[in-house]
Each structure stands twice: as C-alpha cells, then as structure tokens.
C-alpha cells in the first residue's frame, strides 16, 4: 500500500486502484504521513523553505470549517502541453533509447539482439540515448536559466571549432 | 519545476475534491504548502504572514474549484490565487498604491505596490532551511547507490519510471519498488529533526 | 438605414477587437511597418525599467520567475531569479553576466543569446526576422491586466513554426509569447502574471544568492561558414544562418560528437555529425514540436535536432553528406 502510495506521488500508480488508495489513506494515519514526510523531504532536495510544524493541522481546521464544495465536471484535457507521440518513421524510436517519450506505434524488423520489445508496443534500445541530444541542443539554446535533462550533461570536452 | 506527472496526479486528486473529497484537497495542500509559501516569500516578510496568506490562498482556492476546469495546470491557477491573495493583503495593510488606470487587472482589482516592496532575505531562516538541507542531502549520499540513483532521476531530474528504467537498465516495476525504499529511508532519518507533531495523529 | 449602420459600426469594431485571438483571420503587415512594430518591441525590452513574476512553460513543465530590469540608465542591468523549482539566480549588468545555478558545472553562453531571454525574444534587426517570418496583427487582449495587440510571426515557407507575440500597447513590451507547434498547439510559453513598468527600489537588483560569472563567449572570428572536412554541406533549407559548430562527448559515446547550430532568428536547430557505430534506419519522428532526423550514410551518421517542422529536420538532414 505504501509502495503504492509513493507510485501515486510520482503519478505513476494505475488510475484504477486511485479509489482504493485514497480510501486506505482516510483510515491509516501512517499513509498520510508518509505522504507529508515525502513531501518534506522532496521539497527539502529542492531548497523550499520550512514551514512551522503546525501548519498542516491548523489548515487542516480551516478546511473542516468550510461548506463541502460539491461541483464534480468534466475537466477538460489541457491541450496546451500535450504530449504527440506520432513518429514519421517508426524506425526512428527503434535507434534510441529514451524512446518512450518518442513513441513507435508498430514494431519493425530488427535484430533480436538490438531490441528490447516490452508490453504495449513501447521498444527500448540499447543504443545511444537520445536525452543526449537534447540536452546537448538545448543547452545552446541560451536559457541557462531553464536547463533540464540534467543527467545527461555529463558532457567532456567541448571546444569551439 | 512542475512535471507533466504532476499535472496527471494533480487532475485525478482535482476531480476528487470537487467531487466532495476534502482530503484529496488536503493531500494537494500537502505537496504545494511550501512551494506556494516559497512564491509569497519574495512578496510578504513576515514568516507568520507568509503562513497566513498561504493559508488564506488555499482557502481561497478551495472555495474557487468549481469554477477550476483543467485548463491550465492546477498549480498555475493556486499561483495566481496566491499572488491575488498576496496583493489583496498588503493593500489592506494600508499601503496607499499609486494607482494608475492601466495597472486593473482582469477582476478590476488595483495592483498595488506589493511587488515594489524590497526583497527581504532573512538570515535565520536561511540557516534552517540550509541545515535540513544538508541533512537531507547527507541521506541521499549514504543511500545504497541503486536507491540513491532512483531517487535522485526521479526528484531532482523529474524523470519518469520508464526513462528512469530505461537509464538504470532494469524493469519499471524496479524502479518504483527502489524509490519507495529510499523515501522510506530518508523519511526515517528525517522524521526527528523536523518536530512534527504526534505520530499518531494525521500529519 | 445607412445611419443606424453608421452609428453600429464603432461598436462591432469595439467589440471584435476583444474576440479571442483564435477567432482572428489576421491581416498582414507590410514589411516597413512590421520592422517598426518589431523594433518598438526589442527597444522596450532594452530601455524599459520594469518588474514582475513571468511564467515559462515548455514542454512538461512550468517555472515561474521574477524579474527586475533597468534599462533607462547608461547601463542595462537585469536580474532573474527562479520562484519555484531548484533555486536559480541570473544577474547581467551589459555584457557581464553571473549567476547562481544549482550544478556546479561551468557555464558559458554565446554572446549573440546573452541578452535574448524573455521578454527580449527577438534578434537585433528587424530584417533577420522578416526574411523568414510575416508579420499579422490578429487583435487586442489583456495579459496582466494590460493592454495588449496580439501579433503572429507567420512563417513564410514550410521550414519553421510560427509565433505569437502580444505587445503592451503603450510601452511596445512583450507581455507574452507564445511558439506554436504542428497542430497549432501553443508548445512553448512566456507570460507575465503581473507587471509594474516605470523606477523602482533599486535594492530588488542586488542577488540574494552568491553568484559566480559566466564566461561570456565572444565568437568573434568564428567563421560565418562551418569548416568541415569530412562533410560537404549543401542546399540547407532556406533562412537559417550557421552560428558555430562544437566538439562534444556525451554520454554513452565513445567518440566526440561535432554539433553545428544552425538560427533563423528566432529558433534554433542542431546537427550532430559522428561515425555509425551501430545500423541505424533512417527515420524521422517528433515529440511536441521537436523533430528529430536520423540518417546514416557511408559508415557515418546524422542528427538533426529542432523545433521545425519535419521538412526541415530532413531537409537538414540531407544538406550534409560525407565527402568522398
């Protein structure tokens, strides 16, 4: 359950067992805390301040003194951000790893021994990965401010030609 | 950094809450007390009244969830209600904005001069963020270094347990199990340093 | 008849001018006056004191910052700082830039992007930009409680994306800009959430984080051609001008990898030249806006990297080939 739990926090639990989950955490007092521990110490990797230990119990009273807002909708799928999986060529997923963010739709002819096929037609190479690329583009892209793909700047030499 | 992850969990906990779940709200609060505390920081000085206000915006933003349709993501609407609430706050202080025609914003409230006011950087606070900090950081260091890299491609690079199985070559299921551990792990070292209130107690 | 129409005019044109942008046909402007509105907008961003909280979404994520600027003194200064997320700090008083990140790594930063974050988007000359990109007036919305004309830089072949900028009317700052994707789709986002132009305590420009400088690259006597003697590059597609070529290891490589970085003002594409150490299909493929080619010729290979559309990667992708 917790293990599940911390899958949750990663949005990374089946949408099924959600229900369950939440329904655990209102009769298990050491779910809920391990939701507020994680999240102390996640926040703490990422240098966001304290806060005083009672906060939580004191919006806790708040929340409780509030009319119970009722008003289930349809929430509308952003369409800003949207991740499009459509490969012009499915062979280009086969070259690289990092492949599921760049997803085939059908699996190709490939040598056994290059091609790890997993469940639900995602396939993941042991071949250069392709983060490496784009880090090594965006990073030229000016914004010191917004790097990401940290991980793979692990970048040697480089010299200006 | 807000991860599309987040924005997937954030939605299902969002549904929940306007269903009529007040703890799925509550587990929302949980994740985005200090980050939201974090942005009102560099408006309001005041420890207690950087809580206040925090408080005061997910209130606010608890009352305004049927009018939240998915839209944006969900953080990016508490941050403007928080700035909103911020604003609202200083003005009632009594500070006397220069008020100027074009500076209404969309609900026809005055921006007021909180974003004028100095950037205060308290060195006692400083100091105990900086201490946990580190703690935190000697945890992460000591881990087993499968549980170290896992948790470490998971929070700070914000990968997902498949890029993250992919990059540790071994399975998914693996990688959740190898997170869940090192949580558990800094969890433990963590828990006496922080004076949390009664274990028995929820949160 | 005719006066009620003449009296109902003002109106249905007070009222369309607000319609949502996506409503908006847009009608474009002729080159002089769009490299009007295009300076207007690059001297805001440089001349301008102003402060506020922006946000940045890009991809899966989304990062709010503070920014402070002063730019009607002799010196242009600016401070960045990020309000979520790892703590970043950016500081630039003219060339001279520091910053405080959370790796430890050395950072350098070319020249030509040193002053060119948001919302100092676009390149020095107006031309640069016009070459590759039409300008369209689509409407007026408000953005931070300002008011703003929302313009589209309509991409003038099939090689980019477009953009939308809005333009605060009475200061020709960018309030927002939006870089659009294949379907449309807004994929990379800067607005600000709340804006306040005009002098300010100067004490929000001092950092609040010890910051280390920033090597700023000069590139000067970086040939305007790429020198490459193992490829012979020809008819890339149109528009794009090379900015400078580099020699890098990544990771999971054995050899360096050589990155030509190719600009069309406003976006940028890489190409990765390197030796096949493994059969590669030639192949194409996208996530969001970022298309990637793949091509492998004569026991070396190609990477194309950008966000354009996949007639670029390829056309890029094609444009080298390895001499014999």
């Given at each position: 359950m917790k293990e599940k739990l911390s899958a949750l926090m990663d949005g990374e639990l089946d949408v099924s067992e959600i229900d369950g989950l939440l329904a655990e955490m209102k009769r298990k007092p050491e779910l809920s805390n391990a939701w507020y521990d994680w999240h102390q110490a996640s926040d703490s990797l990422q240098e966001h301040p304290l806060l005083s230990p009672q906060f939580m119990q004191r919006f806790s009273a708040r929340l409780a003194e509030e009319p119970t807002v009722v008003a289930p909708q349809r929430l509308?799928?952003?369409?800003?951000?949207k991740k499009l999986l459509v490969p012009l060529t499915a062979a280009a997923s086969i070259a690289?790893?990092?492949?599921a963010v760049w997803q085939s739709n059908t699996v190709l002819n490939i040598a056994p021994s290059m091609v790890a096929v997993q469940s639900n037609h995602k396939v993941v190479a042991k071949a250069p990965a392709v983060r490496a690329y784009l880090a090594a583009h965006s990073q030229e892209s000016g914004n010191v401010l917004a790097e990401r793909d940290i991980v793979y700047a692990n970048f040697g030499t480089e010299t200006v030609r | 950094m807000i991860q599309r992850t987040d924005r997937d969990i954030d939605q299902e906990l969002v549904v929940r809450a306007q269903a009529g779940d007040k703890r799925a709200f509550e587990l929302l609060v949980v994740k985005y007390q200090r980050r939201v505390a974090r942005l009102l920081s560099r408006l309001i000085r005041d420890q207690n009244e950087i809580e206040d206000v925090s408080q005061e915006s997910f209130i606010k933003a608890y009352r305004a969830l049927p009018s939240f349709r998915g839209e944006s993501a969900f953080y990016t609407w508490l941050y403007r209600i928080a700035i909103n609430t911020a604003k609202n706050h200083l003005s009632t202080l009594g500070r006397r904005p220069q008020l100027l025609a074009d500076y209404e914003d969309e609900e026809g409230e005055s921006l007021d001069a909180a974003a004028q006011i100095p950037d205060y950087h308290t060195p006692e606070t400083e100091l105990s963020n900086r201490q946990i900090v580190s703690t935190v950081n000697a945890v992460v260091d000591e881990l087993p270094s499968e549980l170290r890299t896992a948790i470490t491609l998971r929070e700070m690079e914000g990968l997902s347990y498949e890029d993250i199985a992919a990059v540790m070559n071994c399975p998914i299921g693996t990688v959740r199990s190898r997170i869940f551990r090192a949580r558990e792990a800094i969890a433990d070292k963590l828990r006496p340093l922080l004076d949390i209130v009664g274990r028995d107690k929820r949160w | 008849m005719s006066d009620l129409l003449d009296r109902l005019k003002p109106l249905v044109l007070c009222i369309s001018l607000f319609l949502p942008v996506s409503a908006w046909a847009g009608s474009e402007l002729n080159n002089s006056d769009a490299a009007i509105l295009i300076n207007r907008m690059v001297a805001a961003a440089k001349q301008a004191d102003f402060q506020g909280t922006f946000m940045h979404q890009h991809g899966d994520s989304t990062e709010t910052f503070r920014i402070v600027h002063v730019g009607s003194e002799l010196l242009e200064i600016e401070r960045r700082e990020s309000l979520d997320g790892p703590r970043r700090e950016y500081v630039r008083k003219g060339d001279q830039i520091s910053i405080y990140l959370p790796s430890k790594r050395p950072v350098s930063l070319d020249r030509r992007f040193s002053s060119k974050l948001f919302p100092q988007?676009?390149?020095?000359?107006a031309e640069a930009v016009l070459l590759n990109y039409k300008l369209k007036k689509l409407g007026m919305e408000r953005v931070a409680g300002l008011n703003a004309q929302v313009f589209e830089l309509e991409p003038r072949d099939v090689f980019r994306f477009p953009m939308r900028l809005w333009m605060h009317t009475d200061s020709g700052l960018i309030l927002k800009s939006e870089r659009l994707g294949p379907y449309s789709q807004p994929v990379e986002l800067f607005v600000f959430s709340n804006l306040v132009l005009g002098k300010f305590d100067r004490a929000l420009l001092n950092p609040v984080n010890p910051l280390r400088p920033v090597v700023v690259?000069?590139?000067?006597?970086?040939?305007?051609?790429p020198v490459e003697p193992l490829w012979q590059i020809e008819h890339l597609p149109r528009g794009f001008r090379f900015l400078k070529s580099i020699q890098r290891t990544l990771l999971g490589k054995e050899m360096p990898v050589v990155q030509h970085l190719y600009s069309d003002g406003l976006v940028t594409v890489s190409v990765f030249l390197e030796p096949a150490v493994a059969e590669v299909k030639e192949a194409a493929s996208h996530q969001s806006a970022m298309h990637m080619y793949v091509r492998q010729i004569d026991g070396k290979m190609v990477t194309v990297l950008g966000e354009v559309p996949a007639d670029a990667v390829k056309a890029f992708a094609y444009a080298f080939n390895p001499r014999k």
């Open positions: 509308k799928r952003s369409s800003v951000m690289f790893v990092g492949v | - | 988007h676009l390149p020095e000359t690259e000069s590139n000067q006597g970086v040939a305007s051609s």
